[in-house]
């Protein structure tokens, strides 16, 4: 009965992390999106916190504290930082109109519960029903990294997909092993901060965070 208890609120927090995923895909702010992103990390934590309880699988505490760290309090912090710094806070309109994006994630979901259903009937975990979730909420990152022009929120989006998966690892199989979790989140730390440098060098050369001009200036 506990068991049963701990895995509704599991379920609970994977239809957070698909709501915030959805939000993601309207939000035309960049504080916002980068605030949905903190908020989705708190979500993926809190998940994690309460399977590795329920399972005794220890290894999962140090995946919870390690996405505080770096997705709730670490990367937001320096996404805000370089919003200040660049001045880029301002609405943004995604490639596609909102309506059409969000019928677009709709039929990504319900393809995502179709690819899942047979995979999380092999699965051997308690949590193997969220694996529907997951897969949707990586192809819904994956879709609003696809759909936005701007730098930052491409990299929010490649983020939020990173979350996705690691939601479906632990949905699958209880996470990955902590030195390859480890690895992974050095990895895309170093990345974020690569990609800070790379985000002053394109507005210093063309004085807006548009991708769009990089792809002219490729044409020429």
Do not use: C
């Not at 969220?130 to 990152?141: E, N, Y």
Request: charge should be positive.
């Amino acid at each position: 009965m506990s068991l049963t208890y701990h895995l509704q609120v599991v379920n609970l927090l994977a239809a957070v992390l698909l709501l915030i995923a959805f939000a993601m895909l309207s939000q035309r702010r960049i504080v916002g999106l980068i605030t949905l992103f903190a908020w989705q990390g708190t979500a993926l934590a809190a998940s994690t916190i309460i399977v590795a309880w329920s399972t005794a699988q220890h290894h999962l505490y140090y995946s919870a504290a390690l996405t505080l760290a770096l997705k709730v309090v670490v990367m937001p912090w320096y996404f805000f930082r370089l919003v200040r710094k660049l001045d880029v806070d301002r609405d943004v309109e995604p490639m596609i109109n909102i309506p059409t994006t969000m019928l677009i994630g709709i039929a990504l979901v319900i393809f995502a519960f179709n690819l899942a259903l047979p995979i999380a009937q092999m699965a051997g975990t308690v949590t193997r029903s969220t694996l529907g979730i997951a897969l949707a909420s990586v192809l819904l990152a994956f879709l609003m990294m696809i759909t936005r022009s701007k730098a930052i929120p491409q990299v929010i989006g490649f983020l939020a997909m990173e979350n996705g998966l690691f939601f479906a690892a632990t949905s699958a199989t209880y996470g990955m092993p902590l030195v390859v979790e480890l690895g992974v989140a050095l990895d895309v730390l170093v990345a974020v901060f690569v990609l800070g440098i790379f985000f002053f060098h394109i507005r210093e050369t063309f004085d807006s965070m548009d991708l769009k001009h990089m792809e002219r200036l490729r044409e020429k």
